[in-house]
Nanobody, 115 residues
Framework: VQLQASGGGLVQIGGSLRLSCAAS????????MGWYRQTPGKERELVAL???????DYAYFAKDRFTISRGDARNTVNLMMSGLKPEDTGVYYC??????????WGQGTLVTVSS
């Protein structure tokens, strides 16, 4: 499976960005897809995850500001981010894991929140 992420960039404080990720190759319909991030000086952490059963889990910092969504074909995942803060600056990684499989990571897309 290959993951292609897009949508990062520079945004002002309080602005919005939409990240998108498409999985290609041997994509299983029952999968988890989501987003992790690595901010300066920190370990990679979960942002939001959409489970194979339709669940959605968010990190505490993402609740009420970020929304994860999936395409009908279950091979795409989007992350709508609003109310962005400087501490949201970092590299955002798309994540895929088929049920019972190993995680696959995208190449990362940089999000910079600045005044």
């Amino acid at each position: 499976v290959q993951l292609q992420a897009s949508g990062g960039g520079l945004v002002q404080i309080g602005g919005s960005l939409r990240l998108s990720c498409a999985a290609s190759g041997s994509v299983f319909i029952n999968n988890d897809m989501g987003w992790y991030r690595q901010t300066p000086g920190k370990e990679r952490e979960l942002v939001a995850l959409s489970g194979s059963g339709g669940s959605a889990d968010y990190a505490y910092f993402a609740k009420d500001r970020f929304t994860i969504s999936r395409g009908d074909a279950r091979n795409t995942v989007n992350l709508m981010m609003s109310g962005l803060k400087p501490e949201d600056t970092g590299v955002y990684y798309c994540y895929y894991r088929a049920d019972g499989g190993r995680p696959t990571w995208g190449q990362g897309t940089l999000v910079t929140v600045s005044s």
